[in-house]
């Protein structure tokens, strides 16, 4: 079956423009995570959501950042006036229940702020 | 301290060789343990779960030693393929979030 999808897949945007990015999940996976990959470093946590509802979002880095899933599956990561250090790989993943399980990652989007 | 440390390496072997990772975290409450395998401009990919008990999977060997509080992997007979960064991967008890460590890098010459 579909694995996880992610678009766009890049997307350069300017200083201060909003942006948002897109997870379609795999089907009837209940968990979906956003993780922000910088170089050299490992996934960092910015939101979880079980269902529609964000279940954690601790790891938002400011206000600027939303993320919703409406239906229960497709994500959407909202970025305003973004800045240059919002610059990194996006990486969102799905799971069946949300446990300590096996997470599936998209392939990321690869935001450039200039 | 970073909850969950990795050297980044990289480290550098021959094909055939034998090479190990740790990963230290910093939480005792820790529960599930995993490793990741991350191939450059690629997504995460789960590589395998370590057990308590350890585990093996092939040429992988995976061991967790909660007294000290770090996981291993152990890649036996090294493959050119098997160059990638491999990140470590810790959940608290009860926890849904995971927490990535930065990854070791493993290049593996012929």
């Known amino acids: 079956g579909a694995g996880v999808s992610q678009t766009p897949s890049n997307k350069v945007t300017e200083k201060g423009k909003y942006v948002e990015l897109r997870c379609d999940p795999i089907?009837?996976?209940?968990?979906l995570y956003w993780y922000r990959q910088s170089l050299g470093q490992g996934p960092e946590f910015l939101i979880y959501?079980?269902?529609?509802?964000?279940?954690?979002d601790s790891g938002l880095p400011n206000d600027r950042f939303f993320a919703v899933r409406p239906e229960g599956s497709v994500s959407t990561l909202k970025i305003q006036r973004t800045e240059r250090g919002d610059s990194a790989v996006y990486l969102c993943a799905s799971s069946l229940t949300g446990s300590a399980e096996t997470q599936y990652f998209g392939p990321g989007t690869r935001l450039l702020v200039l | 301290r970073k909850e969950v440390e990795q050297d980044p390496g990289p480290f550098n072997v021959p094909e055939g060789a034998t090479v190990a990772f740790n990963c230290t975290y910093s939480n005792s409450a820790s529960q599930s343990f995993f490793w990741y395998r991350q191939d450059c401009r690629k997504e995460p990919k789960l590589l395998m779960s370590v057990y308590s008990s350890g585990n093996e999977d092939g040429r992988f060997t995976a061991q967790l030693n909660r007294a000290s509080q770090y996981i291993s992997l152990l890649i036996r007979d090294s493959k050119l393929s098997d160059s990638a960064t491999y990140l470590c991967?810790?959940?608290?008890?009860?926890?849904?979030?995971?927490?990535f460590g930065r990854g070791t890098s493993l290049i593996v010459h012929p």
């Open positions: 089907s009837g996976h209940t968990a």
């Open positions: 991967v810790v959940n608290l008890g009860g926890s849904y979030i995971p927490t």
């Open positions: 959501f079980q269902g529609t509802g964000a279940a954690d």
